[in-house]
Each structure stands twice: as structure tokens, then as C-alpha cells.
Nanobody, 114 residues
Framework: QVQLVESGGGLVQAVGSLRLSCAAS????????MVWYRQAPGQERELVAS???????TYVNSEKGRFTISRDNAKNTMYLQMNSLEPEDTAVYYC????????WGQGTQVTVSP
């Protein structure tokens, strides 16, 4: 059974930092490009960053320079280090494989206060 479990969210003040983790089933993690998405209240889910099985990272928009995506294939775990957080980063963050998208996990809530 495919499992994607996100953790590490919380409440933080603006310019603070958080590190999110995504634990995935071994069978889907190691060969796949993994992605972080987020969904803010009232908005569609959007792609934040992706990382290939070999560790090549790609970022979307303003997250580049503030966020760092990484993965540990030995632990079947992906991370998202988020620095200089802004209130606009408030959202539920989800991880998944890039293609195909699997069933979504419950996500982890990130709330950034002004």
C-alpha cells in the first residue's frame, strides 16, 4: 500500500524557518521524482518544488532561494527546508511522486504569522 506521510509543520512567525519531512513507501520513493505541493485556503493546490531520484532540484517562483528540497534515499524520506517564511506561505503542504500523482496524504499545516 502506497503511503505518503508529511510532518514538521507548525505555527511560526514571519522570517522564521521550518523543516518539513515526507516519509514514503520504499517502492515508490527511490525510483521516482518527488514533489512538494501546497494548498492555501480557498486556492488550488500548487507545485512548490521537485527533486529527481538523483537529487536534482527544481523550484517554482519565489520559493527559490528561500526553500531547499532534499531527499535521503536510504531513509525513503524527502525534506523541505523553508527559511524566511512569509504569511503568504501559509498552506497545507503535501508530498507526492511527480508522475503519476498518488493518493494524497493528509498533509502538514504551515501557518506563518505576520
Amino acid at each position: 500500500q502506497v503511503q505518503l506521510v508529511e510532518s514538521g509543520g507548525g505555527l511560526v512567525q514571519a522570517v522564521g524557518s521550518l523543516r518539513l519531512s515526507c516519509a514514503a513507501s520504499r517502492g515508490i520513493f527511490r525510483p521516482n521524482t518527488m514533489v512538494w505541493y501546497r494548498q492555501a485556503p480557498g486556492q488550488e493546490r500548487e507545485l512548490v518544488a521537485s527533486i529527481t531520484s538523483g537529487g536534482t532540484a527544481t523550484y517554482v517562483n519565489s520559493e527559490k532561494g528561500r526553500f531547499t528540497i532534499s531527499r535521503d534515499n536510504a531513509k525513503n524520506t524527502m525534506y523541505l527546508q523553508m527559511n524566511s517564511l512569509e504569511p503568504e506561505d501559509t498552506a497545507v503542504y503535501y508530498c507526492n511522486t511527480k508522475a503519476p500523482l498518488r493518493n494524497w496524504g493528509q498533509g502538514t499545516q504551515v501557518t506563518v504569522s505576520p
